[in-house]
């Protein structure tokens, strides 16, 4: 026994040699990777807001919108502060409302401003759907319908290699999802798919698990891969290209794309730091079918294949969300259930959606765009009893009349 003891100790210290080589090891491979797990792990609730690096676009003209005085206003000065009791309900950072091109009303929480960055979340997808448009209208992809291994060329010759593109913009890849862990040695966690400091790699070890546009599943990584498509077929990094196709030519604000290391791959699923008002612009180019001012910034034939419901979901488009096939909501960003309590008031409604309530409402039948922005972080940003159409609607329902189609009046 008195000799059995000493060995153990030893096995025991040489185990622990083993593990801490492992792990040293593990952290020079990927330093930035391990710095965040450890800030995930120590602050529970991870903000990225103070995720870096970061690229900043913008900065050249900003596209100023007109807002009305109390006389001007063509929504009932009621009902917009209804809905801004609304959004003060569920701790909302911002709520700005345009009708025919022309602010009704902006508010910001104390301690928000016009000029402050918010996180976007999941409406970054959207983004990159209008930077893949305007990479294929400027000739450097074909189509929607070409095989991904044009641009991808890790994976031809493997069945992944003929997903087409479209089926990606759809979400309707088959590919896997990414494991909810906190584990830093799991190579498929969600984790590691947004914190490594090469996504790129990370993206394309992801295998696939049913075939291609069979049906629609909700999948981070089918934005990550379009961003990864157009940087390859453009041969610009794909926040430049997003800057110069998209942000400043609709007159964006300063904002920030998150990259996984310094002049690294952005991040095109989630995450950009924007001002509020800038998503009021975003929304206001896709309801101007991609005009600016009158100018085209995309064709217009591009924002309506991005806002026509695809065949496994009526509720989607090219990352893009459908108000009249959406139903209550429960395969999106925030993982849980967000019933409605009705069907939205404009038929032609189509949203841009992040995680903990990040929203985009957009009609172009009723000329108006909706921002709301809120909490993100932590395992519910977004407070039990939100209604998903409630916002919309009661903002529809203060329209005054003489401004609305009869039928809608009538609701």
């Known amino acids: 026994m008195s000799r059995s003891r000493p060995l153990r100790g030893l096995l025991l210290l040489l185990l622990l040699v083993i593990g801490a080589g492992v792990v040293s090891w593990s952290y020079w491979q990927d330093p930035p990777f391990w710095r965040r797990w450890w800030s995930v792990l120590t602050h529970l609730s991870p903000d990225y807001m103070d995720f870096r690096p970061t690229v900043t676009i913008g900065g050249g003209p900003i596209r100023e919108l007109p807002e009305a005085n109390d006389d001007g206003l063509t929504i009932s000065p009621v009902v917009l502060r209804e809905?801004?009791?609304?959004?003060?309900?569920?701790?909302?950072?911002?709520?700005?409302?345009?009708?025919?091109?022309?602010?009704?009303?902006?508010?910001?929480?104390?301690?928000?401003?016009?000029?402050?960055?918010?996180?976007?979340?999941?409406?970054?997808?959207?983004?990159?759907?209008?930077?893949?448009?305007?990479a294929i209208a400027d000739g450097h992809i074909k189509s929607v319908d070409e095989p991904v291994a044009t641009y991808l060329p890790e994976w031809a010759g493997d069945p992944r290699g003929a997903i087409r593109i479209r089926d990606f913009l759809q979400m309707a890849t088959g590919l896997a999802q990414a494991r909810f862990?906190?584990?830093?040695?799991?190579?498929?966690?969600?984790?590691?798919?947004?914190?490594?400091?090469?996504?790129?790699?990370?993206?394309?070890?992801?295998p696939a698990v049913i075939p291609p546009a069979r049906e629609f599943d909700y999948n981070d990584l089918d934005a990550a891969l379009i961003g990864l498509i157009v940087q390859r077929a453009t041969g610009e990094p794909w926040a430049g290209w997003l800057d110069r196709k998209i942000w400043r030519p609709m007159g964006g604000q300063q904002a920030e794309v998150w990259l996984d290391r310094e002049g690294g791959m952005a991040m095109t699923a989630c995450c950009m730091l924007a001002p509020a008002m800038d998503w009021v612009r975003v929304?206001?180019?896709?309801?101007?079918?991609?005009?600016?001012?009158?100018?085209?910034?995309?064709?217009?034939?591009w924002i309506d294949a991005m806002t026509t419901p695809s065949k496994q979901y009526a509720g989607y488009g090219y990352f893009t969300w459908l108000g009249?096939?959406?139903?209550?909501?429960?395969?999106?960003?925030?993982?849980?259930?967000?019933?409605?309590?009705?069907?939205?008031?404009?038929p032609d409604l189509f949203m841009l959606l992040g995680r903990g309530g990040q929203r985009v409402y957009v009609s172009r039948e009723l000329d108006l765009v909706i921002v709301r922005l809120g909490p993100h972080n932590g395992m519910e940003p977004l407070k039990a009893g939100w209604d998903n159409a409630r916002l919309p609607n009661?903002?529809?329902?203060?329209?005054k009349t003489a401004t609305l189609e009869p039928e809608i009046a009538r609701q």
């Open 83 to 134: 809905a801004e009791r609304y959004a003060i309900e569920f701790d909302s950072y911002a709520l700005i409302v345009l009708h025919w091109g022309v602010v009704q009303t902006e508010w910001y929480a104390p301690g928000w401003k016009r000029n402050r960055l918010t996180q976007s979340q999941s409406m970054m997808k959207t983004l990159a759907a209008l930077a893949l448009g305007a």
């Open 181 to 206: 862990t906190l584990n830093p040695f799991a190579e498929d966690s969600a984790f590691r798919f947004l914190n490594s400091s090469d996504r790129e790699a990370a993206y394309l070890r992801t």
């Open 283 to 301: 929304g206001l180019l896709m309801k101007d079918r991609g005009l600016v001012r009158g100018e085209p910034v995309l064709p217009a034939a």
């Open 324 to 346: 009249a096939g959406i139903g209550d909501l429960r395969k999106g960003p925030d993982d849980r259930e967000r019933p409605q309590s009705e069907p939205f008031l404009a």
């Open 394 to 399: 009661i903002i529809i329902r203060g329209i």
